[in-house]
Structures are given as C-alpha cells and as structure tokens.
C-alpha cells in the first residue's frame, strides 16, 4: 500500500460522491420548475443510497470480479467476498478501490435523472436505476476498466478501448439511455417555462466542476504528475467550453446566459474525461473549445429540430461530449481509431438494446410516467408530499 496514493484516492472519492450530492442535484434541480425541484433532489438522493448499497451486493463483483470470457466479473466478489481492510488493489487497499468506484455507479444512473424530471414516476426511476446499473453500466466497466473484452489484448489486439475515466463507461452509456427514455416518455405538457431557479443551477456546476477533479484526477488511481495533468487539462477544457459555448449564445441569440456559460462548462467537462489521462494542455484547450459549440448545436438539434423532450440536455451534453472526447483520444493518436471507434459502437448497441427491455420490462411492474393531474400539480407535493417554497411562510 502507498500511503499517497491512499490518501488522493480517500479525497477523489469524497469528490466524486459531492458531485452527486449536492452537485448534480442542484444543477438539475435549479432548471425544473418550482414545483418539481425536490422531486429531482429525491431522485438524486434515492438513487445515491441504492447504488451504493447494490454495487456492495453485486455491482462491484459484475465490474471487476476476475470473470470469465472477458464479458462480465462473475459473483466471486458479491458482497466484497474475500476483501478485507489488509486486501490490496495495486497499491491501494482494495475496500478504497471498491468506494472510489462506488461513487461512479452512483453518478452515472443519476445522469439519467435529467431527461425524465417533471414526469417519471418515482417506483420507476428507482426499478430502472436498480436494473439499469446492474445490467448495463457494471458489464460495460467489466468490458473496458475491468480487463474485460474491450481492453488491452481483447477483440480490439493488443491496444484496447481508451477512456480514462468515464467518457464510454459513464457518459456514453447514461446519455443513450436518457435519450431512449425521453423518447418513450414522451415531451412534458409544458416545456416552455424557464429555469425557476438559476442560481442554483450556477452552484450546482461549480461543485461539479470541483468534484470532477476527484472524478479525473482520481481515475490515476496514484498521487502523481499523471493525476495533477488530469486534474490540469480538465480545468482547461471545462474553462475554455465554458467560454465557446456563452460566444456562440452570443453570436446566435445576442445574449449569453448564465445558464448557457455553465452547461458549457459540464460540455467541457464531460468532452475530456475519456482523454484526461492521455492528452496535455494545448489538446484540453482544442477539445474544450470544441465541445462549447458542438454540444450547443447538439442541444438544438434533439430539442427543436427532432422535438426529443431530453429535458436538460443529457445526451445532447453528456452523451455528445463523450463521445467526442473518446473520439479525440484517436485523432490525438493516443489510441486506435479501430479500438475507439469499435468501443463506441459496442457500448452503444449494448446499451439501446438492454435499456429498452428494461423500459419495457419495468413499465409491466409500475408506470413509466405520473398521470396527467399529478404532471399538472407537481411531482413534489403529488408524490412526496412537500413543497420546496412556502409562499405564507
């Protein structure tokens, strides 16, 4: 075990989980309308807790068991059988290994939240999540971080999939799904109300954008000049797509907003995090500066041209900007594009097929969507019985 290495890796973890609560809660929950912000904040939260303890039954064991025919890890590690505190995992105690990865199987299901709130029904949104970590994201982290079929010396040759930290594994995959659910969901009945509350939106992604220094940085799995590089190139990216992205709003629109200037910033942040590890500074600023425009236009190609109710831009955002970011670890020769562009296409199809029989499956158990009286009055009070402002008080 190294000490340092313990240490970063305690820190990156609690980052990571504060981009989940209270980052993304916020940041999604600042852009519903008032009437629904704590039914996003539950859905954050609820999903949080039940990841976390799924990924202890099983998760962990499916992503990184020892497995066998490279597609999943098996149950040998179900409820972390045989790791202990003194159990290593290269040169950090394994339990450590275990959290740190914990905390990306929360965020990644989380992601999802974006393209149902106002409308999902909340026995789904957990079933879903449940089903959805459990056969999707963990096989997939098997596949590529796992030694699975994806990495070195698997259907790709010698030189496997690329992503350091998350932009197949965690972006591609969420953003797939949350298009595929906002399609069979269906466009909320009002989509035109503006954001209630953009400061929270502001605050959100600032904690996001500090927690995704955990999130990059962390994925070095050491405390050295690799994971200060993550940590740089992150912040680059997430700075200049930041600025791009409130450029175009203003060259296309005359304004730019404060809400526009900090999705540009999860634009950046998302588009370097397969290729945080592998790339410097100057190749942060290109991938930023790209991404503030490409994922914009993204947004208003499945929002407006294709009238797709993704309510805050999860694949537009997300899912483009990994794709993207993976895209650019080949054009940078960091990886192969055969292995890049051959990792895209595996998750992808994997995850369309496996998340629309789970949507199918899951809606047979509880709706898929609240009724129409319930989308009218507000999930908050509707479903959980709360409101978040009380007007007499």
């Known amino acids: 075990m190294n000490g340092a290495d313990t240490a970063w890796i305690i820190t990156a973890t609690a980052l990571v989980l504060f981009m989940t609560l209270p980052g993304l809660a916020l940041f999604y929950g600042g852009l519903v309308r008032s009437r629904n912000v704590l039914s996003v904040f539950m859905h954050c939260y609820a999903i949080a807790c039940l990841m976390s303890v799924l990924w202890f039954l099983l998760g962990y064991s499916i992503a990184f068991g020892p497995g066998e ?81 994806l990495a070195d010396g698997g259907i790709f040759g010698e030189t496997g999939v690329r992503d350091f930290a998350g932009g197949i594994v965690v972006h591609e995959t969420a953003g797939i799904a949350a298009l595929l659910l906002a399609m069979f969901l269906g ?30 940085g962390g994925s070095q799995l050491a405390a050295d000049g690799g994971a200060a590089m993550a940590i740089t190139v992150t912040h680059l990216s997430a700075a200049t797509a930041s600025l791009t992205w409130a450029l175009w709003e203003r060259i296309k629109f005359g304004k730019a907003s404060l809400v526009g200037l900090v999705t540009g910033t999860i634009a950046g942040l998302a588009s370097i995090t397969p290729a ?73 199809i994997w995850t369309v097929v496996a998340t629309v029989v789970l949507i199918k499956l899951v809606g047979l158990v509880t709706p898929l969507r609240v009724s129409r009286d319930i989308e009218t009055e507000g999930l908050d009070l509707a479903v959980h019985g709360e409101r978040a402002y009380d007007a007499a008080s």
């Open 69 to 149: 025919g490279g597609l999943w890890g098996g149950l040998g590690k179900a409820l972390l059988a045989g790791v202990d505190a003194d159990s290593l995992a290269g040169t950090l105690p394994e339990i450590l290994f275990f959290a740190f990865q914990m905390t990306f199987a929360i965020i990644t299901p989380a992601l999802i939240v974006g393209a149902y709130v106002e409308r999902a029904g909340f026995g789904f949104v957990l079933l879903f999540s449940a089903l959805w970590m459990l056969i999707v994201y963990a096989p997939v982290v098997h596949w590529i971080w796992g030694g699975g079929m």
């Open 276 to 348: 945080s590890g592998f790339v410097g500074p100057v190749e942060a600023l290109i991938i930023g500066a790209v991404a503030g425009v490409l994922c914009q236009e993204a947004v208003h190609l499945f929002r407006v041209k294709l009238k797709i109710d993704d309510s805050l831009d999860v694949f537009a955002v997300h899912g483009v900007g990994g794709i993207f970011g993976t895209i650019m670890i080949a054009v940078f020769g960091a990886g192969t594009w055969a292995a890049q562009l051959g990792g895209l296409a595996v998750v992808g």
């Open 187 to 216: 466009p909320r009945r009002n989509t035109t109300t503006p954001p209630h509350n953009p400061g929270y939106v502001m605050i959100g992604a600032a904690m996001l954008w500090v927690g995704w220094f955990g999130f990059n």
